[in-house]
C-alpha cells in the first residue's frame, strides 16, 4: 500500500515510519476520532473507508453530514501535526477499515533524529491540508454564488 | 228642545266617532316598527403603513422525508466535491461555476 504521506521515502525509511506506528480494525459503523477530541496521533488508512462529518441541524434533528470520504493510501486525522492539536471533523469506517496509527510524540522523535525524512514528511502533509484547502475553498465559493443569486432574485421579486 | 237634544246627540256621536278616528290612527302609527337605519360600516382598525405590512408567510410542512433529505444532502455533498475536484485539477472560472444535477442548485 502506497501511503499520500510516504510519497518520496525509500522502502527503508517507510518501514521505518510504519514501525512507528500501530495497526487497527475500525468496525463498519464505528468512529475512529470525534470532533473536539484531542488530537495526538494521525491515521494511514490501510483498506476501506473513512467518512469525515461535521454535525448540521436537519430540521429538528443533529445529523453527521458528510465532508469527505478517504479511501487506502489517503491520511485522516492530520490536525495531531497541527495546533491546537483537536479533531475538527469526526471520522467513522464506513466499511471494515484498517489503519495505522502514528503518535504526533513518535513521529516528532523521530523527525529529530532523521530530519530529511520529517522535511518529505512535512510537504507531503503541505500537500494534503493544500489540496483540502482548495477543494474547501472552490466549495465555498460556488455556494456564496448560490447564496448571492438567491439574495439577488428575492431582492427582485420580494413576495 | 227636541231640536236641541237631537243636535247634541249627533254632536256628541261625531266627537266619539273622531275621538275613536283619532285613537285608531294613532295606535296605528305608534304599534309600527320604527324605521331602523341602516348599520354603519364597521370602522376599520387604525393602521400605521398599513401598505407595507408584509403578509405572513405560510409555514409549508416538510415535504420531503428527512431520510431521503439527508440522501440528498449527501449527494450534493458528493456533488459538489466532485466539481471542486475538476475545479482544482483544470482552475477556469467556467469549470469554477459549472452546475451539477443536485436538487437543491436545480
Redesign the interface.
Given at each position: 500500500m502506497a501511503h499520500e504521506l510516504l510519497n518520496g521515502l525509500s522502502r527503508g525509511e517507510t518501514e521505518q515510519v510504519l514501525a512507528l506506528g500501530t495497526r487497527t480494525k475500525v468496525q463498519s459503523g464505528a468512529s475512529l476520532f470525534r470532533l473536539g477530541d484531542p488530537a495526538d496521533r494521525l491515521f494511514l488508512i490501510e483498506r476501506g473507508q473513512v467518512r469525515l462529518t461535521l454535525p448540521m441541524q436537519v430540521r429538528d434533528r443533529q445529523e453527521d453530514v458528510l465532508i469527505e470520504e478517504k479511501s487506502p493510501g489517503q491520511t485522516v486525522g492530520w490536525s495531531a501535526l497541527i495546533p491546537p492539536y483537536r479533531f475538527t471533523l469526526a471520522a467513522t469506517a464506513s466499511i471494515e477499515t484498517e489503519v495505522i496509527g502514528l503518535s504526533r510524540d513518535a513521529l516528532l522523535k523521530y523527525f529529530e533524529t532523521f530530519p530529511d525524512v520529517g522535511h518529505k514528511i512535512a510537504l507531503n502533509l503541505a500537500i494534503v491540508v493544500g489540496h483540502r484547502l482548495q477543494l474547501v475553498q472552490a466549495m465555498w465559493l460556488r455556494q456564496m454564488q448560490r447564496t448571492v443569486e438567491l439574495h439577488s432574485a428575492l431582492a427582485a421579486n420580494p413576495r | 228642545m227636541e231640536m236641541f237634544l237631537m243636535a247634541l246627540c249627533v254632536s256628541v256621536f261625531g266627537l266619539a266617532v273622531a275621538a275613536l278616528a283619532f285613537g285608531a290612527a294613532t295606535r296605528s302609527e305608534t304599534s309600527a316598527p320604527p324605521v331602523q337605519p341602516p348599520a354603519p360600516a364597521k370602522a376599520a382598525p387604525a393602521r400605521f403603513f398599513a401598505d407595507g405590512v408584509?403578509p405572513q408567510i405560510p409555514i409549508l410542512a416538510?415535504q420531503v422525508p428527512?431520510e431521503l433529505?439527508?440522501q440528498q444532502?449527501?449527494s450534493h455533498?458528493?456533488l459538489?466535491?466532485a466539481?471542486?475536484?475538476s475545479?482544482?485539477n483544470f482552475p477556469t472560472n467556467d469549470v469554477?461555476?459549472s452546475k451539477t444535477s443536485s436538487p437543491f442548485?436545480n
Amino acid at each position: 500500500m502506497a501511503h499520500e504521506l510516504l510519497n518520496g521515502l525509500s522502502r527503508g525509511e517507510t518501514e521505518q515510519v510504519l514501525a512507528l506506528g500501530t495497526r487497527t480494525k475500525v468496525q463498519s459503523g464505528a468512529s475512529l476520532f470525534r470532533l473536539g477530541d484531542p488530537a495526538d496521533r494521525l491515521f494511514l488508512i490501510e483498506r476501506g473507508q473513512v467518512r469525515l462529518t461535521l454535525p448540521m441541524q436537519v430540521r429538528d434533528r443533529q445529523e453527521d453530514v458528510l465532508i469527505e470520504e478517504k479511501s487506502p493510501g489517503q491520511t485522516v486525522g492530520w490536525s495531531a501535526l497541527i495546533p491546537p492539536y483537536r479533531f475538527t471533523l469526526a471520522a467513522t469506517a464506513s466499511i471494515e477499515t484498517e489503519v495505522i496509527g502514528l503518535s504526533r510524540d513518535a513521529l516528532l522523535k523521530y523527525f529529530e533524529t532523521f530530519p530529511d525524512v520529517g522535511h518529505k514528511i512535512a510537504l507531503n502533509l503541505a500537500i494534503v491540508v493544500g489540496h483540502r484547502l482548495q477543494l474547501v475553498q472552490a466549495m465555498w465559493l460556488r455556494q456564496m454564488q448560490r447564496t448571492v443569486e438567491l439574495h439577488s432574485a428575492l431582492a427582485a421579486n420580494p413576495r | 228642545m227636541e231640536m236641541f237634544l237631537m243636535a247634541l246627540c249627533v254632536s256628541v256621536f261625531g266627537l266619539a266617532v273622531a275621538a275613536l278616528a283619532f285613537g285608531a290612527a294613532t295606535r296605528s302609527e305608534t304599534s309600527a316598527p320604527p324605521v331602523q337605519p341602516p348599520a354603519p360600516a364597521k370602522a376599520a382598525p387604525a393602521r400605521f403603513f398599513a401598505d407595507g405590512v408584509v403578509p405572513q408567510i405560510p409555514i409549508l410542512a416538510p415535504q420531503v422525508p428527512i431520510e431521503l433529505l439527508l440522501q440528498q444532502i449527501e449527494s450534493h455533498v458528493r456533488l459538489e466535491q466532485a466539481a471542486a475536484e475538476s475545479f482544482v485539477n483544470f482552475p477556469t472560472n467556467d469549470v469554477l461555476h459549472s452546475k451539477t444535477s443536485s436538487p437543491f442548485v436545480n
